[in-house]
C-alpha cells in the first residue's frame, strides 16, 4: 500500500489538536485492520467513532480523547501523511458544538434595566422545565478554568447569544486577551445550589438563579429568583436577601449565611469598568468541557466552530493564548495559580480605572506592571510598612489580611460570608515562597481582651527563641527601648496592652494588642 494513497471520505485539512492513538493503532490504520461489525466507512480498529449510535460519514473522522500518540504517528498526523481505503480523509477530532442554536434576544426579559423582569423564572425563557432545571435548546453551558468564590456554593452558568440573520450584531468581539464585547440581548445564567449533607455531597439545595442581561444601551442589570422548597419554580427577589443554612457534617450540624444580592448589588460587581460581564474571557474558557452532545472539547475551539466569535480564530493559535490556572494543579507554577486566582476574585474591581487602590489583578497584566508585590497601599490596616504583598511578611501583606477576614475588611466586600480557606492558604504559600528578610511573627497573648471582673495576669509569648518581646500600656507603638516582657502583666484597670517581637537578624513582628476593661461587681 503506498504512502500517497488516502484513507477514505473527503479530503480536508485537520483542525484542532490531534487524537491520541498509540504507534501501534496508527500502524493499525495504515493497513486497514478492520473492526468487526464495523460500516466500511469506518473499520480500522484502532480509531473509535465518537458517536457510534449516529454514524456520521461526513469524510472526517472523529476519535476519542484518551490515547497516546507517539512517535510514527505524530509525524504522519502532522505531515497530513494518508494512506488508501477508499476516497480521501484527513483526521480531526470532534466538536462540542455542532452548530449555533437559534437564540432570541433577551429571551422573555426586558431590553432595558428600566422594565419589569418576569416574576417567576419560568417565565424568563431560560429553561424549558425549571422544576427539572433543563436549559432552553438556546442556552449554551459553560465552565471556567477559575471560579469566583462563592461560600462554597455548586454553580452551573449558560449564556444565551442572540442569532440574528443579518450577522448584524449577533457575535462575540473575541480578543484573545482582555474582555470580550457581547451583542445586547445576550443573557447570561448562573445557578447556585449548596450541598446540605457534608456526607453525602450529592444532597444538595437549591438556593437561587440569577440572569444578567445585556441591555439595549449596551450595558448590563441583573436580576435574582431565590428557589422555592419544593423546587418548583424561583421568585424574583425585589431586594436583597440574608438567609441561615443548616450544613450537616461529619460531626453535626453548622449554620451557614447565605446573601441574596439586590439588582443594585450586581452592578457593583458588572460595572461597566470591568466590561459589565465577569468571567467569560479568553484566558477563562481555554479549557476543556463536557459538552451535552457527549463530546469533551475545548471551549473556544467548540464556539469558534459554530461561528460565535468575530473575528473567528485560527484552532492553531489555541495553544498561544492564556489560560488560568487552578489553584490545587500542581503542573502550573504556585506564582501562576496565585495570580489566576486574585483574577478571578478581585480582577474586577481592582484595575484601572476600578477601585481606589494601586495594584492591578489582571492576569494580562505581567506581574512586573501589577504593583502586587511590595506594592504600596492607600489603607495599610495600622500595619507598619504594609504592602499589597509584602515579600515572605504574612503579617504585613494586605491582600492576605482582608481575603482572611470576615469582619469589615473583609475582601471581596460583598457576598461573602464564609472564609475561602484554599485561596487563603495559596496566596498564604505564596506570599512565603517570595524572596525577602526573615520576618518575626506577632507576640501571642494568654487571654483575649474583654470584659474582666477581677484582676487578670496577663502572659506573653514567642515561638521564636532568643526573641525579646517589647510592650506598653499606654496606647504607644513598642519600641526597642520600651519594657522587656519577662514576666506575667497584673492587670486591674482598662488597659490597652500592645507587644512586639525583636530579634537581631530578622525583621521586627508587626504590633499587636488587645484592650481589657474591667467591670466592679455591684
Known amino acids: 500500500m503506498s504512502r500517497s494513497s488516502r484513507l477514505s471520505g473527503e479530503s480536508g485539512r485537520a483542525t484542532g489538536t490531534p487524537a491520541k492513538p498509540s504507534v501501534q493503532h496508527a500502524l493499525a490504520g495504515i493497513v486497514g485492520t478492520r473492526a468487526a461489525g464495523a460500516p466500511a466507512c469506518c473499520r480500522l480498529k484502532a480509531f473509535e467513532c465518537a458517536k457510534p449510535a449516529k454514524c456520521r460519514r461526513s469524510g472526517l473522522w472523529a476519535f476519542r480523547a484518551g490515547h497516546e500518540l507517539s512517535g510514527l504517528a505524530i509525524l504522519l498526523f502532522i505531515s497530513g501523511t494518508t494512506f488508501a481505503l477508499k476516497g480521501e480523509a484527513k483526521l480531526a477530532l470532534p466538536y462540542g458544538l455542532d452548530s449555533r442554536p437559534s437564540a432570541r434576544a433577551y429571551l422573555e426579559m426586558p431590553e432595558t434595566d428600566h422594565g419589569a423582569p418576569p416574576r417567576l423564572l419560568s417565565q424568563t425563557g431560560a429553561f424549558r422545565n425549571t422544576r427539572d432545571l433543563a436549559p432552553a435548546d ?11 468564590y462563592s461560600d462554597r456554593a455548586e454553580k452551573s452558568r449558560w449564556l444565551s447569544v442572540p442569532q440574528d440573520r443579518s450577522a448584524i450584531g449577533s457575535k462575540i468581539e473575541f480578543a484573545a486577551t482582555g474582555d470580550w464585547q457581547f451583542p445586547n440581548g445576550t443573557v447570561f445564567v448562573k445557578h447556585f445550589a449548596m450541598v446540605t449533607d457534608e456526607t453525602r455531597p450529592d444532597q444538595t439545595r437549591r438556593l437561587e438563579t440569577r440572569l444578567l442581561v445585556r441591555d439595549a444601551k449596551g450595558g448590563v442589570y441583573g ?46 460587581c458588572h460595572s461597566a469598568t470591568a466590561g459589565g460581564v465577569l468571567g467569560l474571557k479568553t484566558r477563562q474558557l481555554n479549557r476543556d468541557f463536557s459538552f451535552p452532545t457527549g463530546v469533551r472539547d475545548n471551549e473556544l475551539r467548540a464556539w469558534n466552530h459554530i461561528g460565535l466569535f468575530e473575528p473567528a480564530f485560527k484552532e492553531m493559535e489555541l495553544t498561544n493564548y492564556a489560560r488560568l490556572a487552578r489553584g490545587d494543579d ?11 486566582y486574585l483574577d478571578a476574585n478581585c480582577a474586577y474591581c481592582h484595575r484601572p480605572g476600578g477601585t481606589v487602590a494601586y495594584f492591578d489583578a489582571r492576569y494580562d497584566t505581567p506581574l512586573d506592571r501589577q504593583r502586587l508585590v511590595d506594592g504600596q497601599v492607600l489603607i495599610d490596616e495600622g500595619l507598619d510598612k504594609a504592602r499589597v504583598i509584602a515579600p515572605n511578611d504574612v503579617w504585613r501583606s494586605v491582600a492576605l489580611l482582608r481575603i482572611s477576614s470576615l469582619e469589615g475588611l473583609k475582601m471581596p466586600p460583598l457576598a461573602r460570608e464564609t472564609l475561602d480557606e484554599h485561596g487563603v492558604d495559596l496566596l498564604r504559600e505564596w506570599i512565603e515562597s517570595l524572596p525577602g528578610p526573615k520576618v518575626l511573627p506577632p507576640p501571642m497573648f494568654s487571654l483575649r481582651g474583654g470584659k474582666y471582673q477581677e484582676l487578670v495576669e496577663l502572659s506573653l509569648r514567642h515561638p521564636e527563641p532568643g526573641v525579646a518581646i517589647r510592650y506598653t500600656t499606654d496606647g504607644s507603638v513598642p519600641t526597642s527601648s520600651d519594657p522587656l516582657y519577662e514576666a506575667p502583666i497584673t492587670l486591674s484597670e482598662p488597659t490597652t496592652v500592645r507587644a512586639r517581637a525583636f530579634k537581631s537578624g530578622f525583621t521586627k513582628s508587626i504590633t499587636v494588642q488587645e484592650t481589657f476593661v474591667f467591670t466592679r461587681k455591684r
Open 138 to 148: 438556546s442556552l449554551i453551558p459553560y465552565d471556567l478554568n477559575v471560579a469566583f
Open 223 to 268: 436580576v435574582t429568583y431565590k428557589w422555592r422548597p419544593d423546587n418548583s419554580d424561583a421568585d424574583l427577589l425585589a431586594s436583597n436577601l440574608t438567609e441561615t443554612l443548616q450544613i450537616r457534617t461529619s460531626t453535626g450540624v453548622r449554620t451557614q449565611t447565605w446573601y441574596y444580592p439586590s439588582r443594585q448589588d450586581c452592578l457593583t
Open 330 to 340: 500542581s503542573t502550573r507554577s504556585l506564582e501562576d495559580r496565585t495570580r489566576s
